[in-house]
Every structure is written in C-alpha cells, then in structure tokens.
C-alpha cells in the first residue's frame, strides 16, 4: 500500500483556511483546514455538515407503499435513485418481483439519470476548477504551458491546444460548458419519459412500473440517447487530453486528493432474468447486475457478494452530533439465511439527534454519521469512499471480469465500450483501464468514462426492452400485499456512489427505515476508532501546487479534490440550527475566477 507521507510543522506556521459552505455542489459542506505553506502541504482536514433533516425519524409510522415517494425528497438531483432503491427493498418485503420489461424501463430510466447528473457535474460544475478562467488566476505557469501543449485528441474533439479545450470550459461563455447544459436537458427527457418525471418519479412503484411501454416509447428515448453519443465521444477525448497534461505540467500532481485504496459499490441495473428480491438469492442475482458489486481493499477485489456486503455494514459514531443507541431496541437480530446482524447495521439504527456546538478540536462537529465496512479478514472498520461513484463502478466491474454485452465487457483489468456510429461521428471504441492511484484526477476520469458506459448499457437496455413489446410481453406491474411484518434491502448506486435502503415492517407499518447514500460514505467526520472520513483523509497531507500565497489562496487543490467526490450533502444527513456570524473571512469560494457561486 502506497502511503503519503506528512511533514510535521513547526509550531505557529499553520494557517487557518476554511470553506463553509463549499460552493458548486448540493448542500452545506464545511472544509476545515491548517495549512503549512512553508511546505506547501494541507497538514489538517475536518469535514462537517450543519444541516440534519431527520428522514430515518420521520418514517416511522408511515405505510411502507409510501417510502420511495417521500425519500426521493432526499435529493433535489439523484431523487430517483432513492425511489428506485427504496422500491428494490419494497419488493423485497413484500415479496413481489418486477415484470420484465418493468426492470428494463427503470434501468433505462436510470441510466438517463447517470448520463444527466455526471455530465452536468463533470462540465458545469468540476471543470469550471480545469477551465482558463481558474486556471490562469491560481496557476498562471500552467496556462502558459497549456497554449502551447498540443492536443492529442484534436482529431475527435476539434480542440488544437489544451488551453482551447480549457477555455471552451469557461462558465457560461464557454463552448462545451454551454454543450453540456442542452445534453442534461436532453437527458433529463430520457429520465421523463421512462419515469414519468424527474427528479422525484411518479411511475416507479413496488411491483412495476406505471409507464406505458410502446415502440414509440423506446424510438423517443433512442432518438435522445443517439444524440449524447456525440457530445459523449468528444468529452471523452477532451477529459483525456486535460487530465494528462495536468500529470505532466505538475509533476507529482497525483497526491492531490490520493488516499488509500478502499472503495466500494452496490452495484446497479438488475438484471430481469436473474432478480428475484428474494434475499436468500440476493448473491447470485447481485453478481448479474450490469454493473457488479464489489469491495476493493489496496487495489484487491475481497468480495462482490451483496449479502457479506449487507452484513458488513456498520454505522459508527465518534464526531457527530447523535447518542448512541447501544441501549435501544434491537429490530433484526438475524437475516434471512439466520446470519447474525450487528446492532451498528441499519436495520437496528436509532437516530438519536443531540444537537450541540460544534468542536473541531477533539469534539463533535457534523451532523454526518461515519458509515464504515466491517473486514472480517483483519477487524477493521475501512472507511470506504465510492471514487465519486464511477471510479468504484468501473474498478469493481473491471475486476469482477462479469459483465459481458453487446456493448459493455469488462476485462479483468478494464472496462471496454463500444459506442456506434450516429450521423454526426463515426463508431467510437473506447477502454477505461484500471488506475494506479485513488486521486482527485483518477476520480474526475473515471466520471466521462461511466457516462459512456451508460450510454453504452442504454443501447443494450431499448433492444431487450423493445423485444419485450414487439414479442406481445407488455405487462410492467405486478400485484402484491404488505405482509403483518417483513424487513427488506434494496442495493443501488445513487450516482455519486453507494445507495442502500433498510426496511423493517410491522403491523404492517414502518417500524424502522434507514437510506444510507455515498455523502455519509464520503463525507463522514472523524469515526469513534479515530479513522478520519475519506474527504478528510484525501486533503489531509496533500501538497499544494497553487501558485498564489496566503493573502490570495483560492484553495483549488483542496476543491479539486474536494469536489472530485462529487458531494451531495442533503444526501448526508436526514434543522438548520439558526443564525451565526462571520468571524473572519479568509477565503471566498467561487464560480468562475472572480465571481461567486
């Protein structure tokens, strides 16, 4: 394992930088750092959140028909996601499978979702910290090099030089920035037309679908997907371009945003022939997803099997703002294949809220809990991040060697996709191949890449469909009851990583219900073993190449490596706690180079 190494300062050189809230993504994220600028290193990280929303309470009581329609208020941008995993734990409960052609209209329906928000993140949001605008007012020794660096994939992209390829990423003026915008609304119609509406779906039910399945309805959706195509190729290429010159114009840029290598992923897209929600199966049907599950400890596949991965799940405390629950009730003390469930598992959570000031130094300080995975091989609890998502997707996929289709094949080392020709460019082959650091760069790569491969599975997702209907096979719904008391899980990838929900029913009630997406993944605070959370470890030791001194620092490293796991924050927690004031205010995070955002 690849360690990094940290120079202790000397005392009185650290200097207090923080950004609270980070700006371009969802929700309140306060970065705490010290900085040493002799040594040019991040010395300390902390990551909180102030927002607690209260879901896992809220729940309780409710008609579980009910679930996936209030968590997909979770998010105002993956809301669908949680009503697809809510549904996913439903059917399991209720002992219901869905139709067929159902399973290939919610994969199609999700599969826009993760062309829509990776793109509208990767271009709208990451790449305004690539584009010239920032680039020139935090590293201006760079952007020199980059008009003068030639783009090797000129001949796909139509860009001549890097620093085009930055500039076409200009907020609100730049060509691909603008691009990108008309892709998520193409997108976002996708989603619409196999989910009724997005973000919060009104045809995603336990059982089924509610969409009307037609050839027109399938035409719709390919007529939109072969327009990505286009964009899709060319942002590839671009992404390519960009990311290797920033390895070559600052060398050793490859610690920014390293840690360890721990990811982790749910899997996502069931495949029809093989789900049945039973979880007695939940192994053989898990290891047919299109994208498979999987646990990557230093780089090694240690399991892709969804009942050891459930069984492993714990919730920890340490710095966040809750008691413990040792003392409340225990609701599932055995799965149904009579495997022992831990009290830290989610399905005998107890959210406990104990608001309280916030206490950086050795105290609480986030609203976030610390998700952990259980080794049983070593004992240990492995903060595990999802890589932004596509990382961990694409890693476990690779690895798993399990995916084999028309248009997607994993390798043992890589995933290859093959996207075809569209009016506008000519077939497109393309290789994600397995990296050798868990980076910032890596992370951001991984995101265009998983586009394609949605793209990609999408095709493959209308033709099964498509023979569904023309064969007379229409029925998307099936029946079912709410039994008197049932517990069920539903794994999923929300699109910046692992999403699960647990369910427990009695008296044909909600009687405990706990989603857990990537951000308390990503985002967790320091846990009670002392095991910092992987934003908190990926910033903490990373160098710092920005050009600018302490007077002017803009932070781009640590928000580019930040940013890189694609944040989510609503997704963290489930009461703004009032007002507060501004102490001292060093630093103001931005859109572009001088504006705010």
């Given at each position: 394992m690849a360690t990094r190494e940290r120079i202790e300062p000397e005392a009185g050189r650290l200097v207090d930088m923080s950004w609270d809230p980070i700006t371009r993504i969802v929700g309140n994220l306060g970065i705490y750092t010290k900085i040493d600028f002799r040594q040019r290193q991040v010395a300390t990280c902390k990551s909180t959140s102030s927002l607690f929303r209260g879901y896992s309470v809220f729940m309780k009581g409710k008609d579980p028909r009910d679930s996936h329609f209030i968590t997909s208020r979770i998010c105002g941008i993956c809301g669908d996601n949680h009503a697809v995993c809510s549904m996913y734990a439903q059917n399991m409960a209720y002992g219901v499978k869905t139709p067929p052609l159902g399973e290939w209209i919610v994969n199609l329906g999700e599969a826009a979702e993760y062309i829509f928000d990776h793109t509208i993140f990767q271009d709208n949001l990451v790449f305004v910290d690539f584009c010239e605008q920032m680039v020139q007012s935090t590293n201006p020794s760079v952007m020199e090099k980059a008009e003068r660096a030639e783009a090797p994939g000129a001949a796909t992209h139509g860009y001549r030089t890097i620093a085009d390829i930055m500039r076409s990423y200009n907020p609100f003026t730049g060509e691909t920035y603008r691009e990108a915008l008309v892709i998520s609304r193409i997108s976002r119609e996708m989603i619409c037309l196999m989910e009724g509406r997005h973000v919060h779906p009104s045809t995603i039910y336990p059982g089924g679908v509610g969409t009307v399945a037609t050839p027109q309805l399938f035409t719709d959706y390919l007529m939109r997907l072969l327009r990505c195509l286009d964009f899709i190729k060319k942002a590839v290429a671009m992404n390519e371009d960009v990311f290797d010159f920033f390895y070559e114009a600052l060398p050793g840029y490859e610690e920014v945003g390293r840690r360890r290598i721990l990811l982790g992923c749910w899997g996502a897209w069931n495949n029809p022939d093989y789900v049945d929600y039973d979880y007695r199966h939940m192994q053989q049907w898990g290891d047919e997803m299109f994208v498979t599950p999987g646990i990557i400890v230093d780089g090694e596949l240690i399991t892709t099997n969804l009942v050891e991965i459930n069984l492993g799940i714990r919730i920890l405390l340490g710095s966040s703002y809750y008691d413990d629950w040792t003392n409340e009730e225990m609701f599932v003390e055995r799965d149904p294949l009579g495997n022992p469930v831990d009290r830290r598992h989610p399905w005998n959570q107890t959210t406990l809220p104990r608001p309280q000031r916030r206490d950086l130094e050795g105290g609480n300080y986030s609203w976030v809990m610390s998700p952990r995975w259980y080794d049983r091989r070593t004992g240990d609890h492995l903060a595990l991040d999802t890589g932004g998502g596509a990382l961990a997707r694409l890693w476990a996929t690779a690895l798993a060697d399990k995916v084999h289709t028309p248009y997607v094949n994993a390798t043992g080392s890589s995933v290859r996709i093959s996207l075809p020709a569209t009016p506008n460019s000519a077939a497109t082959e393309l290789e994600w191949r397995i990296p050798q650091w868990s980076n910032a760069i890596e992370r951001d790569r991984a995101r265009v890449y998983f586009i394609a491969y949605s793209a990609a599975m999408a095709l493959h997702f209308v033709e099964k469909g498509l023979e569904e209907v023309r064969s007379g096979v229409t029925k998307v719904f099936e029946d079912f009851e709410v039994p008197d008391e049932a517990i069920g899980c539903g794994f999923h990838e929300a699109v910046r990583g692992v999403l699960s929900h647990h369910l427990v029913i009695r008296d044909k009630k909600i009687a405990n219900y706990h989603p857990y997406p990537p951000t308390p993944w990503n985002g967790s605070p320091t846990d009670s073993f002392g095991t910092p959370g992987p934003y908190e470890d990926a910033v903490a030791g990373q160098p710092i190449f920005e050009e600018n001194g302490p007077d002017d620092f803009r932070g781009i490293d640590i928000m580019?490596?930040?940013?890189?796991?694609?944040?989510?924050?609503?997704?963290?927690?489930?009461?703004?706690?009032?007002?507060?004031?501004?102490?001292?205010?060093?630093?103001?995070?931005?859109?572009?180079?001088?504006?705010?955002?």
């Open positions: 580019r490596a930040v940013r890189s796991f694609d944040p989510c924050l609503p997704c963290g927690v489930h009461m703004y706690l009032g007002g507060g004031k501004t102490l001292k205010q060093l630093h103001s995070p931005m859109l572009g180079a001088h504006s705010g955002g």
